[in-house]
């Protein structure tokens, strides 16, 4: 069985470790698991890895945040992978720092990823994981905070919560969305 695990970012030197790159920081630490590499693909860099019998296929679009739709419906149909099998990661201004929430289904909270992603899909039920980024920024300073870098308190724990987030991804394979969000949604 396949999954297809999408983390949202923005590809280039300058975003590499900004908020809003946590999806890429996500699934680079999955691969690292599985000892894959990414390679160069249409719409995306993507890798392969198997855990437990299971094969995830791994994405970091590189269409910007504002097109990643095109990368999720390229590599859906390119691996076969059904809509339910689909898990996006994503940033989350509306949830503390580090705190990992998954869904099934939702709005695109105004995120332009995942705006995207309901637009080209046609649906808005596609599974989620939301990784907190906090809110600590003052008015009209959203874009500035998202695509800035992690803050120095944030950096003492950052790495733990992303393998947090790594395990999530992985049960969801594993176990199904209903159980890891049991499981996961409550730490």
């Known amino acids: 069985m396949k999954f297809l695990i999408v983390g949202l970012g923005n590809i280039g030197s300058e975003y590499e470790n900004t908020r ?93 990823g995942l705006k995207h992603i309901q637009q080209i899909l046609n649906t808005g039920s596609y599974a989620r994981l939301r990784f907190g980024v906090g809110a600590e920024f003052s008015k009209g300073q959203q874009v500035d905070y998202v695509l800035g870098d992690w803050n120095d308190e944030e950096k003492k724990t950052l790495q733990e919560r992303i393998e947090a987030a790594g395990k999530s991804v992985l049960s969801f394979g594993l176990i199904g969305l209903a159980r890891t969000m049991n499981e996961f949604n409550t730490k």
């Open 20 to 112: 809003h790159n946590i999806g890429f920081k996500v699934v680079e630490h999955l691969a690292s698991q599985g000892n894959a590499s990414f390679t160069t693909g249409r719409y995306a860099a993507v890798c392969e890895m198997r855990h437990k019998g299971k094969i995830f296929v791994l994405i970091k679009p590189s269409t910007y945040m504002n097109l990643s739709g095109n990368a999720v419906r390229y590599w859906m149909q390119e691996e076969k992978i059904p809509l339910e099998n689909v898990l996006v990661i994503t940033d989350d201004l509306a949830l503390a720092f580090g705190k990992l929430r998954m869904r099934g289904q939702g709005s695109d909270g105004g995120h332009n």
